[in-house]
């Protein structure tokens, strides 16, 4: 059974920078893409960024050219750096598996670790 666990969320000005870590356990870890998420308060959770095992990262539009994820298979963890970080930004981020195929469901989702950009 995968166990993931996000943190390093915070309050941080527009233009500036977070590194977020998702910690998992579980033997599954290492053949599993994981992807991070965000859902803001009265919206859609939404993808921000997927990497597989084998470090194949993967952008939403939202995300290219400021955010970076990084994976880890060692310390079994996967990594999201923002950098310039604007108030649209804010939201609860998630890790969690991702599936080509929508009908997997892998479980419950974690707590999650509140972003919020502001000046």
């Known amino acids: 059974q995968l166990q993931l666990v996000e943190s390093g969320g915070g309050l941080v000005q527009p233009g500036g920078s977070l590194r977020l870590s998702c910690a998992a356990s579980g033997s599954t870890f290492s053949h599993t893409t994981i992807g991070w998420y965000r859902q803001a308060p009265g919206k859609q959770r939404e993808l921000v960024a997927r990497i597989s095992s084998a470090s194949i990262p993967y952008y939403a539009d939202s995300a290219k050219g400021r955010f970076t994820i990084i994976r880890d298979n060692d310390k079994k963890t996967v990594d999201l750096q923002m950098n310039s970080l604007k108030p649209a930004d804010t939201a609860v981020y998630y890790c969690?598996?991702?599936?080509?195929?929508?009908?997997?469901?892998?479980?419950?989702w974690g707590r999650g670790t509140q972003v919020t950009v502001s000046s």
């Open positions: 969690y598996p991702w599936s080509p195929h929508a009908e997997i469901d892998f479980g419950p």
